[in-house]
């Protein structure tokens, strides 16, 4: 089973607001950032659910369903990319938008807030190499280790 959703992240850079679709395979966990866009519509989803299958490929006969929500982005076409490869598209019901919590678990995994998430969408958006935030999703919600205390460095002649 397939989970998909967008989430957002504010550029404090350019003051615009970029959306990152993403498809999460719920049995790995393994996330598939698709692309990262200002302008989420109907046939730049559907696109990308023919750049998803691709990536796929023969991995795709494994999957039947992809629950998704009901947001205008995701078409008839979008339904039909996917119908083609045997995967059924599954809505959450109206004014739900906690049943779709695989794709949700994602979200409140997403890099951090701020420069870094910046940075991360910044260097995807313009070369579509989605690496950086899918490696940043795939990490653990634990906290990192603090640094190791090292010895002050010591002054020559001292």
Known sequence: MLATDFFHVDCAVTL????????????????????????????????QARNLLMDLSDHAADFRYLVRDRAGQFTGAFDAVLADAGINAVKIPPRSPRANAYAGAVRAHRPDRGHRADAHLRRTAPAGDPRPIRDALQR??????????TAPARLPGR
């Open 16 to 47: 615009q607001r970029l959306y990152c679709f993403f498809v999460i395979e719920v049995g790995s966990r393994y996330v598939h950032i698709l692309a990262v866009t200002a302008n989420p519509d109907g046939p730049w989803t559907t696109q």
């Open 140 to 149: 653990t919600a634990t906290p990192s280790q603090p640094p190791a205390p």
